[in-house]
Every structure is written in structure tokens, then in C-alpha cells.
């Protein structure tokens, strides 16, 4: 079973970046998209950026400029690199593997990692 592990969470000031990175245990090409979602307290996770297997990108509104989502085929890992980090980014973060499957319908099977924090805060 495919496994991500994330690392580069933490505190930084306003304004500041992080770099967050997911590590999949196999080929990244096996999944049609990764990306970075977050959770906010006692609400569902929602997308903060995606690639597509072909390497199309999609962020939400709120990062476009800020955040740049990157992959290393090499390595098997995606990396969001954020830059001018507000307070509202404080939240927990998480790495999706999404594979769609069709046996005959198709579904798609998300992987999630295990989460990592980002706190924004002077």
C-alpha cells in the first residue's frame, strides 16, 4: 500500500515561508494527481493546490501568488512552497495521492498522509 510522508511543517512569522514536502513510496506517475489540502477545525478538508499527472496545476484563489506547487519525479515527492504566509494559512496540512479506478465505473481512491502543522504567528 502506497504510503506519503510529509515533512517541512512548523511556526514562522507574517510574511515568512515554508516549504512542505510529500514523499511517496512509489512512482508518483502511478497517481493521477497530488496535491495539498487543508482542514479547518469542524470543517472537510479542501484543496489548497494540485498537479496532474500530466504536470497541470490548480490552486485555490486565496494562494494564487503565494504558494507554488512543485514535483521531483526523481524523487517521488511534491513540495508546496509557500511564501508570504498569513495568520489565516495557520491550519493543518495534508498530502492527497488521488488514483482514479474504473472497474467498470470509476472512482477515485485518495492516499492521505499523516498531516503537518503550519503555524503563522509572530
Known amino acids: 500500500q502506497v504510503q506519503l510522508v510529509e515533512s517541512g511543517g512548523g511556526l514562522v512569522q507574517p510574511g515568512g515561508s515554508l516549504r512542505l514536502s510529500c514523499e511517496a513510496s512509489?512512482?508518483?506517475?502511478?497517481?493521477?494527481?497530488m496535491g495539498w489540502y487543508r482542514q479547518d477545525p469542524g470543517k472537510e478538508r479542501g484543496l489548497v493546490a494540485s498537479?496532474?499527472?500530466?504536470?497541470?496545476?490548480e490552486y485555490v484563489a486565496s494562494v494564487k501568488g503565494r504558494f507554488t506547487l512543485s514535483r521531483d519525479n526523481a524523487k517521488n515527492t511534491v513540495s508546496l512552497h509557500m511564501n508570504s504566509l498569513k495568520p489565516e494559512d495557520t491550519v493543518v496540512y495534508y498530502c492527497?495521492?488521488?488514483?482514479?479506478?474504473?472497474?467498470?465505473?470509476?472512482?477515485?481512491?485518495?492516499?492521505w498522509g499523516q498531516g503537518t502543522l503550519v503555524t503563522v504567528s509572530s
Open positions: 492527497n495521492a488521488a488514483t482514479i479506478i474504473c472497474s467498470p465505473l470509476c472512482r477515485t481512491v485518495n492516499t
Open positions: 512509489g512512482s508518483i506517475f502511478n497517481f493521477n494527481a
Open positions: 498537479i496532474s499527472r500530466g504536470g497541470s496545476t
